[in-house]
């Protein structure tokens, strides 16, 4: 079972859930926008067999403040900043959609922190068709704000964050969802090839593939780990 904990990580208290032997590699989950970190709940036991998990709610998200001000850069200065709190110097990490975005940013201004990287159905930083959303009904677990910040940002990415992507040194998995999901897979395919060392797996499920298809996303990345850290 998960253990709660929450860090401040300049000003701002970020909340997430650990499980896993102590001594085992770290490996952090960033989740997609709109969630958080129980998102991960039904592929988390069979990740934490042999490392740390460390699933955040990243800000604006769950259990974390929600301060009003929303950036992917943002997001990505918190989880540097949650490294360095925890003292948690190399990690694995896994990014899903947004997270996934996340997760590249990181990996590209902080290289020698990441080992292993494992974007799940995230979108190549190309302009797309922007479209209005729609905020439900009723209680939300995130704070509705962040949705139009990011969304901006996915809809008009900086022209930098695709040539970022070639300053990554952490060997690249990249889990696409197939015809199914609304992301490109086109983009998705064009990511991994970006990526130094990235390789692409297609799970044919849609975009939430580690809920659709938990043991197929857990042995594929599970076997991508598995050289350095099993």
Same mark, same amino acid.
Do not use: C
């Given at each position: 079972?998960?253990?709660?904990?929450?860090?401040?990580?300049?000003?701002?208290?970020?909340?997430?859930? $650990?499980?896993?032997?102590?001594?085992?590699?770290?490996?952090?989950?960033?989740?997609?926008? %709109?969630?958080?970190?129980?998102?991960?709940?039904? $592929?988390?036991?069979?990740?934490?067999?042999?490392?740390?998990?460390?699933?955040?709610?990243?800000?604006?998200?769950?259990?974390?403040?929600?301060?009003?001000?929303?950036?992917? !850069?943002?997001?990505?200065?918190?989880?540097?900043?949650?490294?360095?709190?925890? %003292?948690?110097?190399?990690?694995?990490?896994?990014?899903? =959609?947004? /997270?996934?975005?996340?997760?590249?940013?990181l990996a590209a201004?902080?290289?020698?922190?990441?080992?292993?990287?494992?974007?799940e159905d995230v979108?190549?930083?190309?302009?797309?068709?922007?479209?209005?959303?729609?905020?439900? !009904? %009723?209680?939300?677990?995130?704070?509705?704000?962040?949705?139009?910040?990011?969304?901006?940002?996915?809809?008009?990415?900086?022209?930098?964050?695709?040539?970022?992507?070639?300053?990554?040194?952490?060997?690249?998995?990249?889990?696409? /969802?197939?015809?199914?999901?609304?992301?490109?897979?086109? /983009?998705?395919?064009?990511?991994?090839?970006?990526?130094?060392?990235?390789?692409?797996?297609?799970?044919?499920?849609?975009?939430?593939?580690?809920?659709?298809?938990? !043991? !197929?996303?857990?042995?594929?990345? =599970?076997?991508?780990?598995?050289?350095?850290?099993?």
């Amino acid at each position: 079972m998960a253990d709660h904990h929450a860090v401040d990580v300049g000003g701002i208290r970020l909340a997430y859930q $650990v499980t896993g032997p102590p001594d085992a590699p770290p490996l952090v989950l960033l989740h997609a926008l %709109g969630e958080n970190s129980d998102d991960w709940a039904a $592929v988390t036991p069979a990740l934490a067999r042999g490392r740390r998990v460390y699933a955040l709610d990243l800000r604006g998200h769950g259990r974390s403040d929600r301060p009003g001000a929303y950036s992917l !850069e943002l997001m990505r200065t918190d989880v540097v900043r949650f490294l360095d709190a925890l %003292g948690l110097d190399r990690i694995d990490l896994i990014g899903h =959609s947004m /997270g996934g975005a996340v997760a590249y940013l990181l990996a590209a201004d902080v290289p020698r922190r990441v080992n292993r990287l494992v974007l799940e159905d995230v979108p190549l930083p190309l302009p797309r068709k922007p479209t209005a959303p729609t905020r439900p !009904e %009723g209680d939300l677990t995130f704070d509705w704000e962040v949705v139009p910040a990011i969304r901006r940002q996915i809809d008009t990415p900086d022209p930098e964050w695709l040539e970022r992507l070639g300053r990554i040194t952490a060997e690249s998995l990249v889990v696409g /969802g197939g015809p199914a999901s609304h992301v490109p897979q086109s /983009g998705v395919a064009e990511l991994a090839r970006r990526l130094p060392g990235g390789r692409l797996v297609t799970i044919p499920v849609g975009h939430l593939v580690h809920h659709a298809a938990p !043991e !197929e996303f857990t042995k594929a990345v =599970s076997d991508f780990l598995l050289p350095e850290n099993g």
